[in-house]
């Protein structure tokens, strides 16, 4: 009989023995044990949230910020506002719209936040104010075009709107009643862009100004045919700067114009300096109202491969000065110190990302934070600052700055992460073939032995000007997810920050200009070599795959190495030459490459993996969304077409109405089931 079913008297010697026998096993006793952690899977998709966007309240007491979650029956992502003190106590959803709301933004006396939100019917977003002393939302603005984004006045009377004006949105019947679209008329030489579709040359982003009292609407120029955004008021709120492009065919240059203008209606904007357009557009004012502060790129035919450079300009007029010309490293989100000595700002280095700070008249870059979380947002108010920042085994969440610390606020995916068993993440470095250092991360199953050799997967960021870091993200291009999901069953993951990535300083990251699939792809091959040498993967047991440029390198290194067993090209291409006029990125082809007609040699150079189909023996499985611009199903479709062909084990996956990024949440479980199911058939199935 089981000593469990021990009967009368036997039963308190049974217990003594028992509490003997779990007493002897010491400090680790089951008594102190901590739950079994258990898998990341594919379901966890739905209970993740993606936290972003803080702003602090001007007096620093709160912070608004927005979180999105799956909406499980409707099969599509939900934003709220939401809202945590400075001292964390009281973490409050204030919003729940029937759709999404989205762009918190507070008054300047505090009383009011206001939001985007598309509630009524009409399809359009509409700004919304939020009394902070209770009671519902209320809409503000009833306006006819695409609202993309506001600021405040700093008196709070009045807003400026950056907003969509077109008399006609391509596709739509000029009847309501009619069936039948009317045409699309295309005449920009841009003339598609992603999610957004076809660009006409009616359709401009201009500045509104919204008086909140009256409700009045009044375009702040008169131009009409050219694109404004970025607007910021100026300290005394007189004034606004914004970025235009005034050339005559302002999609080719690739360079912007900042422009400062009167805060009235009809006022004609004074053009300040033209500036090499960067990755990321930002005007700030210095607290006095002299001084802009400005984001500048190099110069266009590396479009590309930009790493942003601060710089100051004076509001009135002169030479600008470049404040991190000798810092060799992608800086955004760069604001004033209140006394207005120095700007703060993020600084991307090296598979992190940490606050910095400059003084105004240039020089030595001093670190505010220590880079042990990857600070991906981060806004002031109040004399407080708050960063959203993740790091390997934790995902976005809000934190308070202070004193060089990260001070948690949020917990929204504590609960979920509580639960896994993460993969253990590690620094690794190594020789390229020509001598190269080359960085990245690895990182190992949960299960992990020393001694034992694993499957290996090589999972390539896109870009190619982004970095793999040390964050775990819940977001529309899961990259850190999709590694520990893969290393959750029993992977080890390369993610290798390949020349052409950011993070490492501007001949890093424009070393493959117009040489694309020659050192990124001997980057790739030595990463998969270091992992070997140390006795980690397996030889034969190694995959490769990844999404946009991710997709591309895909097909260049399959193209190169018949070693894999396994690929996977997300949203790629190959055929590079047929992505001229149907893609959104001419004007970068055309200054990096050069014209089809003029420079044929080198689009057929860039196309090997095309051209060389017939070298290819992996296994691959090619994958987009249907309604994708950025980089077109077309060439996804022509790589299976060529392997289908040529008799290598293939199939072409097409995601009905996506775009370049997935949105539909059972599509993105779907695709992690599928990548799984993919390489386990070729590198783990029975041979």
Not at 34 to 63: C, F, H, N
Not at 72 to 90: C, F, P, S, Y
Not at 218 to 237: C, I, M, Q, V, Y
Not at 621 to 640: R, T
């Amino acid at each position: 009989m089981p000593a469990h079913r021990s009967q009368g008297k036997d039963r308190p010697l049974y217990i003594l023995f028992l509490i003997s026998a779990l007493l002897s096993l010491g400090a680790g006793s089951l008594f102190a044990q901590a739950p079994v952690k258990r898998l990341l899977t594919a379901d966890d998709v739905y209970r993740m949230k993606e936290v972003r966007d803080p702003q602090v309240s001007p007096d620093g007491q709160w912070i608004a910020y927005t979180v999105t979650s799956v909406d499980h029956e409707a099969d599509k992502l939900r934003t709220a506002i939401w809202m945590v003190n400075w001292d964390g106590t009281q973490d409050l959803q204030i919003t729940n719209g029937p759709d999404s709301d989205a762009s918190p933004c507070w008054s300047p006396d505090g009383k009011y936040l206001a939001f985007l939100s598309v509630r009524p019917a009409e399809g359009k977003s509409q700004i919304w104010l939020l009394d902070r002393r209770g009671g519902e939302a209320s809409q503000l603005t009833n306006v006819k075009g695409e609202i993309g984004s506001y600021e405040w006045s700093p008196d709070g009377k009045r807003l400026v709107l950056v907003m969509r004006d077109s008399e006609e949105e391509p596709g739509e019947a000029r009847d309501p009643k009619a069936k039948v679209p009317k045409p699309i008329v295309i005449d920009r030489y841009r003339f598609k862009r992603d999610v957004e579709g076809y660009l006409t040359g009616s359709a401009h982003d201009r500045l509104y100004l919204f008086d909140v009292e009256s409700k009045k609407l009044e375009a702040l120029t008169g131009e009409k045919n050219f694109d404004e955004t970025d607007p910021a008021w100026s300290p005394d709120g007189s004034q606004l700067s914004f970025f235009s492009n005034h050339a005559k065919e302002p999609d080719q240059t690739g360079t912007t114009d900042i422009f400062i203008v009167e805060a009235r209606a009809g006022a004609a904007p004074r053009k300040l300096l033209t500036i090499c357009r960067p990755n990321e557009q930002r005007l700030v004012w210095s607290p006095n109202g002299r001084m802009l502060a400005f984001l500048q790129g190099l110069e266009a035919k590396f479009n590309f491969y930009n790493v942003d450079r601060l710089a100051v300009v004076p509001a009135a007029g002169g030479e600008p000065q470049t404040l991190t010309a000798k810092f060799d490293r992608q800086v955004s989100q760069a604001e004033f110190m209140p006394d207005g000595s120095a700007l703060t700002f993020l600084v991307e280095d090296d598979r992190r990302t940490y606050l910095g700070k400059v003084a105004v008249g240039g020089g030595n870059v001093e670190p505010l934070s220590d880079g042990s979380a990857v600070l991906s947002k981060r806004v002031s108010g109040g004399g407080h600052t708050a960063v959203a920042a993740a790091t390997d085994s934790s995902a976005t969440e809000i934190y308070a700055f202070e004193n060089g610390k990260l001070r948690k606020l949020t917990a929204h995916n504590d609960a979920l992460l509580a639960e896994l068993g993460l993969g253990a993440v590690e620094d690794i470095s190594y020789r390229s073939k020509d001598g190269t250092e080359i960085h990245g991360l690895m990182v190992k199953p949960p299960s992990y032995e020393a001694g034992k050799k694993f499957p290996t997967l090589v999972w390539i960021h896109g870009g190619p000007n982004m970095q793999d870091d040390h964050a775990l993200l819940f977001d529309l291009y899961p990259l850190q997810l999709e590694r520990q999901f893969f290393a959750a069953h029993g992977y080890i993951v390369l993610a290798i920050n390949y020349r052409g990535s950011s993070g490492r300083g501007a001949e890093f990251t424009r070393s493959i200009l117009a040489d694309w699939g020659n050192r990124e792809v001997a980057d790739v091959l030595g990463g998969v070599d270091c992992a070997v040498r140390m006795g980690i993967a397996d030889p034969e047991r190694l995959g490769l795959g990844g999404w946009s440029y991710g997709g591309i390198l895909t097909d260049y290194t399959i193209a190169t190495d018949t070693r894999f067993k396994a690929a996977i090209s997300g949203a790629g291409s190959a055929l590079q030459l047929s992505m001229y006029g149907s893609d959104q990125y001419v004007r970068q082809y055309e200054q990096e490459i050069g014209l089809p007609w003029k420079a044929k040699d080198a689009w057929l150079r860039i196309s090997y993996p095309f051209f060389r189909a017939d070298r290819i023996k992996t296994p691959t499985l090619f994958i987009g969304g249907e309604k994708d611009f950025n980089v077109p199903i077309i060439g996804s479709e022509q790589m299976y077409q060529a392997l289908r062909t040529l008799g290598v084990p293939t199939q072409l996956v097409i995601y009905p109405g996506q775009y370049h990024l997935l949105t539909r949440p059972s599509y993105i479980h779907e695709r992690l089931e599928r990548y799984l199911a993919w390489f386990d058939k070729y590198l783990k199935s029975s041979k």
